[in-house]
């Protein structure tokens, strides 16, 4: 009979004491409870698709103010920044200059009504005359057309007064728009002038704001041909507008208008959106973006961003519990991404149960323990 070595011992108690910790390893993998994770049960859904286009503010009404007569100002009639009425005095210009033209032009035309009198009379006692053939013919021509002279002179009066009367109504400057009024550019002293090139305030209509947007020309094509639209059926129509904050605008707006040019750097048209702004909080110049419908997607899933992971091979995948909680890998067809989701047309059925808090901890085929993730809290009523 042969004995083992001392080597050979080793080896043996080796084996033994490796055994022994399998089997110990294995009963308490057994004894171990299901590993608890997050989960939420996903639902299929109709989901209007949406483009976002980076835009800016636009005022619906720009009006620039410049005097219509020069002079000297008196007075401004306004304030800074508030609201004003189409017609509204904005500055007053001295008027002395333009008071003394009109009384001059009412002067004028007195003169000249008083003369048409006159022609007018001898013009008829001539008439009168010339029946009984006792004024030459001659005297009679001369005298109508002195009567019908000083009818052009006082046509001529009237048009000098009434044009001095509108430059006297001009030293009045009013609000061409209705809107909120800016800045004041000039001064009470100040030496103004027709038609200037600077102006004296600037007023901006608000309310509705537009949005001037840029969107590929090709996709222009589908809505006018009317694919989107079909595309659409009966989605939602309604834009939406993200601020510069992050934001989302509490007003909903729509497509007012297109640009009829490509821009042929780009191969981009303007397009305009009308929002309504009655809190003024659309300011002119603003960078914003638009949340443009341009289709709807049918039976498709919303997966929250931390449930899905990416492959070796950049492969979108997430992890799903299965109805004896057992978890398994699925590979998804992904749409594109909608805020905190992604919408996802493959891979996953209603009423999966998709992970998203604790997949480190776990693997393919390993048994769980799920639990549902609680509803985010409703915003507070005010």
Known sequence: MVHPG????????????????????????????PTPVTVVTLETQDVTLTSTLPGRVVASGVAEVRPQVAGIITERLFDEGAEVAMGDALYQI??????????????AVAQARARLSAARKEAERLLTLK???????????????????????????????????????????????SGVVGRSLTTQGALVTAAQAQPLTVIRSLDPAFVDVTQSAAELIRWQR?????????????????????????????????EAN???????????????NPDRLLLPGMYVQVEMPQGEAKGVILVPHEAV?????GRPTALVVNDENVVENRDL????????????????????????EGVQKIGVGATVAPEERAAAPAPAQN
């Open 262 to 276: 490509v821009d042929e750097l780009t191969g981009v048209v303007v397009l305009r959106m009308e929002f309504p």
């Open 131 to 177: 029946d009984r053939q006792i004024v030459a013919e001659q005297n009679v021509d001369s005298a109508v057309a002195d009567r019908d002279a000083a009818a052009a002179t006082l046509q001529v009066a009237q048009a000098e007064l009434k044009s001095a009367q509108i430059d006297l109504d001009r030293t009045t400057v009013r609000a061409p728009l």
């Open 94 to 107: 001295d008027a002395a200059t333009y008071s003394a033209r009109v009384a001059a032009a009412e002067a």
């Open 226 to 258: 009317g694919l989107t639209e079909a595309d659409l059926g009966a989605a939602d129509r309604t834009v939406t507008l993200t601020l510069a904050d992050g934001t989302v605008y509490e007003q909903t707006g729509h497509l007012a208008a297109a």
């Open 333 to 356: 067809t992904v749409i594109r991404d909608r805020g905190n989701d992604w919408i996802v047309s493959g891979g996953l059925e209603d009423g999966a149960r998709v992970i998203v």
């Open 6 to 33: 001392a080597a050979g011992v080793k080896r043996v108690l080796a084996t033994a004491a490796a055994l022994v910790f399998c089997v110990s390893a294995a009963v308490a993998q057994q004894d171990r409870p």
């Open 309 to 313: 992971r990416r492959d070796r091979r």
